[in-house]
């Protein structure tokens, strides 16, 4: 098994127009930055996105870590391919 420096469980999912795709979810372990480059996986599938904005309660912070709830802007990615239960990861 790998292991990963940053794990999120992807709660519900939003597009936002002029924005993109918004993730809502935990972070199950470490942090993230904003700017990290990101794998969204599930069983079957991984796409490497990047966060382009953290927010937590209505507030754009820089980085978050494990326990806080936070929204995720990603890039590259469309509606379809992201769904609640999802995780986004960084590999060490």
């Known amino acids: 098994m790998e292991k990963l420096k940053f794990s999120y469980t992807i709660d519900s999912v939003y597009q936002i127009i002029g924005r993109g795709i918004v ?15 990101v ?5 079957n599938t991984s796409i490497k996105t990047k966060c382009l904005r953290l927010e937590k309660f209505r507030k754009y912070v820089t980085n978050a870590k494990q326990g806080e709830w936070v929204a995720i802007v990603l890039s590259n990615v469309s509606r379809s391919d992201v ?4 995780k986004l990861i960084i590999k060490e």
Request: contains cysteine.
């Open 23 to 37: 993730v809502m979810g935990q972070i199950t372990q470490g942090e993230i930055n904003q700017g990290d480059t």
């Open 39 to 43: 794998e969204l996986t599930n069983n």
């Open 83 to 86: 769904c609640s239960g999802m």
